[in-house]
């Protein structure tokens, strides 16, 4: 049976775990949960993820969904260990993990619809007041991963070496909310847009865009 993914076309989350699949070569089947109607709020969607959110993954076998994005990549990363996205090697896991929670954990919590909702509706705040703020935090993230990376280099085409880590799953998905959100200069983090690029050669980061699901805008 499919793997059962629960998702949204713009969810940054939700394309970190699409690539995963993706890059692992397992099958699964996407259901849209529409953050921007609210869906995510719905009493029957709330009894598969309990927060609210996406993305949420329905695993045949298991008594229960599996939800938050970094701790579904972790279960991905044990049940179908080929290609691995993770290090062996503690010191490396640890670099990979860290660069990762930069943008998982610091960054993007920052910038989701929760968020966005609660700078709008609550504090009331105009469209260009929000559009600096996420723009401001979205790209924090990205200036640390770059300093993060020159004070720690590792050659190679990626975040560490040549093996597309969950790092790069993160840092794509940063990117591209970047992008999203309408910043255009990133001159200060050359390293990280080198990396961007690269991923972005790979059909399964390429695909799995938000642009490119159903009911994306055209």
């Known amino acids: 049976m499919a793997l059962q993914l629960y998702g949204f076309w713009r969810s940054l989350a939700a394309y970190r775990v699409r690539a995963a699949l993706k890059l692992k070569g397992l099958p699964f089947v996407e259901h849209s949960v529409n953050l921007l109607a609210g869906e995510q709020h719905d009493p029957a969607y709330l009894k598969i993820n309990p927060q609210g959110a996406v993305p949420a993954l329905v695993v045949d076998g298991l008594s229960r969904p ?67 703020w996420l723009q401001h935090f979205t790209m924090q993230a990205l200036l640390a991963y770059e300093r993060a990376l020159s004070l720690d280099p590792r050659p190679g085409a990626y975040s560490h070496g040549d093996q597309v880590t969950v790092a790069d799953l993160c840092l794509a998905s940063q990117v591209v909310g970047a992008k999203l959100f309408g910043c255009t200069d990133f001159s200060g983090t050359p390293q990280v847009m080198s990396i961007f690029n690269a991923l972005m050669k790979l059909d399964a980061l390429q695909s799995s865009l938000p642009q490119n699901q159903p009911g994306a805008p055209k």
């Open 66 to 132: 599996l939800f938050q994005s970094m701790a579904i990549l972790d279960y991905l990363d044990h049940a179908h260990p080929t290609p691995a996205l993770m290090p062996a090697d503690p010191v490396d896991r640890s670099r990979v993990l860290a660069l990762a929670h930069l943008c998982a954990s610091d960054g993007h919590p920052l910038v989701v619809p929760r968020v966005r909702n609660y700078l709008q509706n609550t504090l009331q705040l105009d469209e260009a007041t929000r559009n600096t």
